[in-house]
């Protein structure tokens, strides 16, 4: 990997800090499972990695009547064991436990398989059945935007890595 610098935030503030220091040359991760590739075969480069998993809350779920919300550091296991969200969300259940092997949903995050954009992104493709917005953070502030909307061409999100991370994936309720 070419990566100079290993950083591991504890609040998203930092984290948009270490984005603009490093100003496109700085690489978001979670589970890191389709980045750290990337890095290995060199089809991505990058002066830092930024681990997200240090972030408080990034690894929760909350629920309410209108909607489920599920932090960027939530697995794809997290979701499949959480019987709340599999009474209420079944589809995004299923689609997680479609994606790759228990080694891999253990690691690999809901939110990392949609920035990731490939397209045999089970998940992604629940999320955006159900209408799923993603909650964008940046230095400039928060937005959402419906997950459809993330992709700009086929494999290809218009997040990227090195863009504002997404914070949140909201689902409202069908």
Partial sequence: ???????????????????????????LMAGGTDLVFKLQTGKEQAEAL???????????MEFSDREVVIAAG?????????KRLVEKMPAIAQ??????????????????NVVSAQPAADSAIA??????EAEIVSAAGSKKLRVEDLYSGLGKSC????SPSPRDIHHNRV
């Fill in 74 to 82: 939530v697995t794809h296991g997290q979701v499949v064991a959480d």
């Fill in 127 to 132: 999320l955006v059945a159900l209408g799923a």
């Fill in 1 to 27: 990997m070419s990566a100079k610098f290993y950083l591991t935030p504890a609040s998203v503030e930092e984290c948009l800090g270490y984005l603009t220091e490093f100003d496109g040359k700085g690489l």
């Fill in 50 to 60: 930024i681990d997200t998993q240090g972030i408080e809350g990034f690894d929760q």
């Fill in 95 to 112: 689609a997680c436990l479609s994606v790759g092997s228990p080694q891999i949903r253990h690691v690999g995050t809901l939110a990392g």
């Fill in 159 to 162: 997040l990227l890595y090195t």
